[in-house]
């Protein structure tokens, strides 16, 4: 008889392309990954993998089996989701992948409301396109991700989105600056401004690339921080402006003053993902509600 855990060793390698990457996703070590497969090549009789530089690669078989897999995958995951899951008590340790920002201002208020319910979460920050890849590969059981109008977000088919609420962001000034007084500006207003941003690359750095995108130009970056209260900081000292969202935001200090640009719409979509066969689980919906109740409160 097949191995269902053997089943999930060939999936992981597959989807990582690293026996080593397969075990970190799954918890366990490379050798205890290795000899899972080499328990299925012994009962299929031939080789699942094939050594390809520094990684590996499935050979026809393997792809043909880690196919056939995920669907057996799926059909155990829904199984557990609903007919072995009590409806009226959902229970469980939920994997959560989310920003920061929502992690502040959607997760944690809702946390104090699992208390005693049976259902824990298990959190780990993640920028969104990260995060949406754990829940497809099965690293997390749901994300809270976001969806900048100016930089999509790419879903696979086989999660759930529902969308839990808009969330605008601000270019925060110092009160000393040139723009304080508007209560809006244009982006050409803004060309030569010194700037604060997310890392290169995050979704939210590329939202403020896309502000001045049309105009052929790129922002004038200063420095790259992840978290934004170091963004409000550097704000506060007048050594840099920022496009700072409002979900999860520190307090702003006295003198940041918050201006909108009215040429271009600065919003995102807060959304959360899942498995579609994870739809019906009791904790999932549970903490779904939970998070829609949060978003309704911001």
Not at 20 to 29: I, L, N
Not at 156 to 185: I, M
Not at 243 to 272: A, F, T, Y
Request: charged residues 25%.
């Amino acid at each position: 008889m097949i191995d269902v855990m053997a089943v999930r060793a060939l999936v992981a390698v597959e989807q990582s392309g690293s026996v080593v990457k397969a075990a970190e996703s799954m918890g366990y070590s490379p050798s205890a990954i290795s000899q899972q497969i080499k328990k299925l090549e012994k009962q299929s009789g031939v080789a699942l993998l094939e050594r390809y530089g520094r990684g590996v690669l499935l050979t026809e078989r393997g792809k043909t089996l880690a196919e056939r897999g995920r669907q057996i995958l799926d059909d155990v995951e829904l199984l557990e989701s609903t007919l072995l899951a009590d409806p009226e008590k959902p229970e469980g340790t939920l994997r959560v992948a989310t920003f920061s920002t929502a992690s502040r201002g959607l997760v944690a208020p809702i946390l104090k409301k699992l208390d005693g319910s049976g259902v824990r979460l298990s959190i780990i920050g993640e920028d969104p396109r990260e995060a949406v890849d754990r829940v497809a590969t099965g690293q997390a059981d749901l994300a809270v991700v976001h969806d900048w109008q100016s930089v999509p977000l790419a879903i696979p088919d086989h999660l759930e989105v529902e969308n839990l609420c808009l969330d605008d962001a601000d270019v925060l000034v110092n009160s000393g600056h040139r723009l304080a007084g508007a209560a809006e500006v244009f982006r050409r207003d803004l060309l030569e401004e010194a700037w604060i941003s997310t890392p290169a690359g995050a979704i939210c750095s590329e939202a403020l690339m896309q502000v001045f995108a049309d105009l052929g130009r790129v922002p004038n970056v200063r420095a790259y921080d992840p978290d934004f209260s170091t963004h409000l900081e550097y704000v506060s000292l007048g050594v840099a402006i920022a496009l700072v969202p409002q979900l999860g935001r520190p307090p702003l200090p006295e003198n940041v003053i918050p201006i909108s640009i009215s040429d271009m719409c600065n919003q995102r979509q807060v959304q959360i993902v899942y498995r579609k066969t994870m739809a019906a689980s009791p904790a999932i919906r549970h903490v779904v509600e939970l998070l829609h109740h949060a978003a309704e409160q911001i």
